[in-house]
């Protein structure tokens, strides 16, 4: 199942510098886990914003749920999800 989010992280002003690197290197490796992993299959930054538009292949609306809330950021992130389903006129043979 693909689903497209758009996280916006908010971290607090007053977070400790190290704390927020901390977070961010944990964040990124992560998310370079679930990319090889294919879970993770888009990961685009919305320009001129701390946010980013992506998109996961995951087998349930749980395994999504369960996957963003591992997420290091997610208490600092506001998130928006989408299903995805094939759109008819596609010529992607591998959308799904
Ligand atoms: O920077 C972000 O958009 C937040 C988050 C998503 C991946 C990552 O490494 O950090």
Not at 38 to 48: C, T, V
């Amino acid at each position: 199942m693909l689903f497209h989010v758009k996280m916006t992280v908010n971290l607090p002003v007053d977070m400790h510098p190290e704390r927020a690197a901390s977070l961010k290197a944990e964040e990124k490796a992560l998310a370079q886990r679930l990319q090889q992993e294919g879970k993770w299959r888009h990961l685009w930054r919305i320009a001129g914003h701390y946010a980013n538009y992506s998109v996961f292949d995951v087998d349930s609306v749980q395994d999504l749920h369960d996957l963003l809330m591992q997420l290091p950021l997610f208490p600092y992130m506001a998130i928006e999800v989408n299903a995805l389903c094939r759109h008819p006129s596609s010529i992607h043979a591998d959308d799904r």
